[in-house]
């Protein structure tokens, strides 16, 4: 009997052992041809976003991608960080700043082919403005109160106080169809099916969305900027090596979010691909709840600052290919940026004479506390960051050896975001950034924490909330840059973020694509000349 | 067999109601809701325009309001609500990600019995044996593993040091309709999930055709002068193969419920990716339709499981 089974085993070997073969060489033969249709830009991506409607959008891809693929601003911000009309032809303001005249560009058609007018504008802003739609940029237009039309290629704004960001942030927001979107009530915007069948001005249309997988752009047949590449494949792949493989062997063109390892391991495998880096907007950031009893002491923060080697982790993570930033305002917005801050070379030692000059005892676990407050903390940090958690092992080390005790606690987005909102947290590991303006109200202002906005440190000090009430009313850009140079200055004495390093962009694209982005396609700006890349092969 | 069937099926409302409200409850009470995953975008939002939002979505009462909300619109309206993430019917996530589960999880399915049952027979039928014994071992080596730490050896493995196999996703860029293509990257989620759970399987088999050995039918074909081989394949291994059969049926809601692991490590957008994400951006609508789905097919596969053997083994009659 067992030899008869063995037997049938036997019989079965040779059938299964051929299909596996025909598995794995005719999965190699697929990794290797692909056939692609020679006018479609294959970017990859990790996520293909939630929504095409620019008002409830949260993320890069669906937030800044698909909205600079699909609608357009009255103004834009280009490579020079500085905003220029779009769908406007010029705007002007009162001599008082608190009233704007826009004129409309009249060449301009809706993808469905409706003309674009002030009407459009005028029922964008109202919408925007009403409270029942739930706009997710509502704090930016909040100050706009009346929006109204003069002939239908004339708009004008009344503001309630001087605003220097108007034409970068108000004028920034997309324009929405009136005749698409003018019939659902504010309340059902966010219910609409605008989110998947999006009408825009942009350069390309949506074509298609299979959720969590592939969402296809095609040329706007009635774009006034038509796009050069006729059509744009996103496709979604959540795996580092997957992504290189499909870059590498011909199967995609561009990965516009390239991580530093694959960055280096590109290098390795296919030195064909071009691969392009960019300075920073984003800076890699530890946040201090200040309502804590030791991190409301500016001694603790500046030693911690000192005591933190952040070198090392740009040379040790990144190959030196991240800048040690001295503000929070990025190097790269070359306008704003103070280079004469008070500065944090690594040194220990100074670190120590800081804290032992305020009172910081060390005790006989080797950690300081003065007056029963034991520097000792908990550091959140989001889960799904395996960098940022290098970068936090190597801080909690660095604080060990000054006498502050940090514990590494990993969560999710989600929870990490409640306690930041309601102040249950210590320290935060975070990103800061995407802004190209240094008007840093949500986050610094006394009167913005939360419920009121982003203040999540709970930071108060008179000297950056006069500079932030001065810089957003002042419209000379001469006086701005004064006002937020005082800033910066008092921002990285107080340090109630600590910068550590600029975040790694970078962008991998196959050599017959031609396009100069300048600046790095994960930005909120990344997209901004789309119509402008081409094939060359 | 028709009362049993309603009884049994009535019996199941309580319970389903049961882990509604359990599940609901434990959503509602972690921490961070939908506003608190809007994103840097939302740090702006005033404390009026996040009350606006929690009230689009009946966020702002109590979670048992809630869910009240939540079952009326069930009962009445025969729908699971809309996703807080992208406002799209939830019901339409679901069955867009149900394909690729069932099609990685059938497969799956398929391998562990196809390696299952001639291991679990063979062993059987040589109690004892060095490969009874060896089988058991490795077997329950695989058993005790976790099944995402397996996955990611045999990523590590086939994808990155010997390159057979894909390590994520279903298909290559612009090879989607292509059958061996898809086939080519199941292979290792599919054997992951294989090795996995073979060994309950084979175990199964394995006791069932001992105990078949055993019985008086097998004594009278033996005495017939029938060959062992005939004796295990023609009366012991088809009359052992009824438990299996009746098992299949709880495998129902593994179907649709998935292998979350292993969908995460792999990448494959399937339900387990659906639920992670759901998750972490607390989707409650989408979270409570991929629970109610499952457990109403863990009820259906009790069920159809009893009818099953029911109706393969004339001996048992429910009243």
């Known amino acids: ?537 | 067999m028709t009362s049993f069937i309603v009884r049994r099926v009535l019996g199941a409302i309580p319970l389903l109601l049961f882990i509604s409200i359990v599940t609901y409850a434990m959503m509602a009470l972690a921490p961070g809701g939908p506003a608190a995953v809007l994103g840097p975008r939302g740090q702006g939002l005033s404390p009026e325009a996040i009350l606006r939002i929690n009230q689009a979505y009946g966020l702002d009462k109590p979670w048992y309001v809630q869910y009240f909300f939540w079952l009326k619109q069930l009962l009445f309206h025969g729908s699971l609500g809309t996703s807080y993430v992208d406002n799209r019917p939830v019901i339409e996530k679901v069955f867009e990600k149900l394909p690729v589960t069932i099609e990685m999880v059938g497969l799956a399915l398929i391998l562990t019995l196809i390696i299952a049952i001639p291991i679990g027979i063979y062993a059987g039928a040589h109690r004892g044996s060095f490969f009874d014994n060896a089988s058991s071992t490795i077997g329950f080596i695989f058993y005790g593993m976790p099944v995402f730490w397996l996955a990611i050896i045999l990523i590590e493995l086939f994808a990155v040091e010997f390159r057979w196999f894909p390590s994520s996703g279903v298909s290559s860029l612009g090879r989607e309709n292509d059958v061996l293509d898809r086939l080519w990257h199941l292979v290792l989620p599919v054997v992951a999930i294989a090795l996995a759970s073979f060994v309950s399987w084979m175990r199964y088999q394995r006791s069932s055709i001992i105990e078949a050995m055993s019985s008086g039918y097998i004594r009278t074909a033996r005495s017939k002068g029938l060959s062992e081989r005939d004796v295990l394949v023609h009366h012991a291994f088809r009359n052992a193969l009824l438990p299996i059969v009746t098992l299949l049926g709880l495998s129902l809601p593994q179907l649709v419920g998935g292998a979350y692991f292993v969908e995460y490590v792999f990448s494959i957008p399937g339900i387990g990716y659906l639920t992670f994400s759901s998750i972490f951006s607390r989707d409650y609508p989408t979270l409570m339709a991929i629970t109610m789905l499952t457990a109403v097919l863990i009820v259906a596969g009790n069920l159809l499981a009893d009818i099953t053997y029911a109706i393969v083994d004339p001996r048992i009659r429910y009243a």
């Not at chain 1, 660095?398 to 409640?418: E, K």
């Not at chain 1, 910066?488 to 031609?514: C, D, H, N, W």
């Open chain 1, 1 to 537: 009997m067992g030899s008869g089974f063995a037997h049938s085993l036997e019989r079965l070997r040779a059938p299964a052992l051929a299909l596996v073969a025909a598995l794995v060489l005719g999965g190699c033969a697929a990794s290797a041809e692909t056939h692609r249709d020679p006018n479609t830009l294959v970017a990859l991506t990790r996520t293909d976003g939630a929504t095409m409607n620019p008002m409830y959008a949260t993320t890069v891809q669906d937030g800044s991608i698909y909205a600079a693929l699909l609608f357009d601003g009255l103004s834009y911000v280009g490579a020079d960080y500085l905003p220029h009309p779009r769908l406007a032809t010029s705007w002007s303001h009162s001599p008082d700043g608190k009233h704007w005249t826009v004129d409309l560009r009249r060449d301009i058609k809706w993808s469905d082919g409706v003309p674009f007018t002030s009407k459009d504008v005028v029922f964008t802003y109202n919408l925007y403005l009403n409270p029942k739609t739930g706009f997710l940029d509502f704090g930016t237009i909040k100050n706009v109160t009346r929006v109204y039309a003069e002939g239908p290629y004339r708009v004008h704004f009344d503001i309630a106080f001087p605003n220097a960001v108007f034409t970068l942030n108000v004028l920034g927001e997309d324009v929405l169809p009136e005749h698409v979107l003018g019939k659902i009530p504010p309340d059902r915007q966010r219910f609409s099916s605008f989110g998947e069948h999006p009408i825009g001005t942009g350069p390309y249309v949506l074509k298609s969305w299979q959720h969590d997988s592939e969402v296809v752009f095609e040329r706007n047949p009635y774009a006034y900027r038509p796009p050069k590449i006729g059509r744009i494949d996103f496709r979604v792949i959540f795996n580092d090596q997957a992504e290189l493989e499909a870059l590498a062997n011909g199967s995609a063109d561009l990965i516009d979010d390239l991580a530093h390892t694959q960055y280096v391991q590109l290098q390795r495998i296919a030195p064909n691909i071009k691969l392009m880096t960019f300075a920073p907007l984003y800076v890699d950031v530890i946040e201090l709840n200040l309502a804590h009893a030791g991190l409301s002491d500016v001694a603790v923060r500046q030693a911690m600052m000192y005591g933190y080697d952040r070198v090392a982790i740009a040379h040790g993570l990144y190959d030196d290919k991240v800048p040690v930033p001295d503000s929070l305002i990025v190097a790269s917005l070359k306008h704003w940026y103070n280079p004469n801050v008070q500065k944090y070379p690594y040194d220990p030692d100074k670190a120590r004479a800081l804290l032992d000059a305020a009172g910081w005892k060390v005790g006989p676990d080797g950690i300081r506390s003065k007056n029963g407050t034991r520097l000792s903390f908990e550091l959140l940090l989001n889960q799904g960051s395996a960098l940022l958690t290098d970068e936090m092992l190597t801080f909690i080390a660095d604080m060990r050896d000054v006498g502050i005790d940090i514990n590494l606690r990993l969560t999710d987005f989600a929870s990490l975001s409640a306690r930041t909102y309601t102040g249950k947290y210590d320290i935060i590991a975070d990103a800061r950034g995407g802004f190209v303006d240094p008007d840093l109200t949500s986050i610094f202002a006394s009167d913005q924490i939360p419920p009121n906005g982003a203040n999540t440190t709970h930071y108060k000090d008179a000297r950056v909330d006069r500079d932030l009430r001065l810089g957003l009313v002042t419209l000379d850009d001469a006086k701005r840059q004064a006002i937020y140079d005082d800033m910066q200055v008092e921002l990285m004495k107080t340090i109630p973020i600590m910068p550590q390093v600029g975040r790694f962009a970078a962008t991998a694209y196959s050599p017959r694509l031609y396009f100069d982005p300048k600046v790095s396609l994960q930005s909120p700006l990344g997209y901004y000349n789309v119509e402008d890349w081409k094939f060359v092969q």
